[in-house]
T-cell receptor
């Protein structure tokens, strides 16, 4: 079946460094992708989205890159802060159904 | 800002009880969703609704039902709670079903004893 997967279950970075979280998807017809941040005990929080007609989209300290050739997207967080510690999910909206990856837990070391 | 609220953050019920989880969104969104989230299994869609009084089964509807009498409110019902329904329950809403992001509530941690 269709899937969305993340490459690494955990990522540890030093405060101030840049973080890169990767995600692969299998459905080449996928046209809308979303990154969510989920802090412990809370619901997923929307970070940024990207549609398949774009390769890159930037927000505040975050950038999402989409490579349709290899079916891969990444979330880059600039100058990572302790408040960025959370689990990050990529999700793909396939005809209204959100397919979620398993999540990458980002830990920020002071 | 989109706001999705859920009636309880934590809930403890006994096996066999009927459980109601309420979700309210204030952005006039057409679509509402109920998920459960379990370690190692990720988020799984239970039911969704794309209009008042309309409902569609998700991936794991067994043991659950839903109600949408008003546009802003979507209820998840566990007719007879069982221990395997202990989970984090997340409600979400979106404006457009197929092209829009879903915004989540804070979640309800349900424990069934």
């Amino acid at each position: 079946g269709e899937s969305v997967g993340l490459h690494l279950p955990t990522l540890s970075v030093q405060e101030g460094d840049n973080s890169i979280i990767n995600c692969a998807y299998s459905n080449s017809a996928s046209d809308y992708f979303i990154w969510y941040k989920q802090e412990s005990g809370k619901g997923p929080q929307f970070i940024i989205d990207i549609r398949s007609n774009m390769d890159k989209r930037q927000g505040q300290r975050v950038t999402v890159l989409l490579n349709k050739t290899v079916k891969h997207l990444s979330l880059q967080i600039a100058a990572t802060q302790p408040g960025d510690s959370a689990v990050y999910f990529c999700a793909n909206n396939q005809g209204g159904k959100l397919i979620f990856g398993q999540g990458t837990e980002l830990s920020v070391k002071p | 800002d989109v706001k999705v609220t859920q009636s309880s953050r934590y809930l403890v019920k006994r096996t066999g009880e009927k459980v109601f989880l309420e979700c309210v969104q204030d952005m006039d969104h057409e679509n509402m969703f109920w998920y459960r989230q379990d370690p190692g299994l990720g988020l799984r869609l239970i039911y969704f609704s794309y209009d008042v009084k309309m409902k569609e089964k998700g991936d794991i509807p067994e043991g659950y039902s839903v109600s949408r009498e008003k546009k802003e409110r979507f209820s998840l019902i566990l007719e007879s709670a069982s221990t395997n329904q202990t989970s984090m329950y997340l409600c979400a809403s979106s404006l457009d079903y197929s092209t829009d992001t879903q915004y989540f509530g804070p979640g309800t941690r349900l424990t069934v004893l």
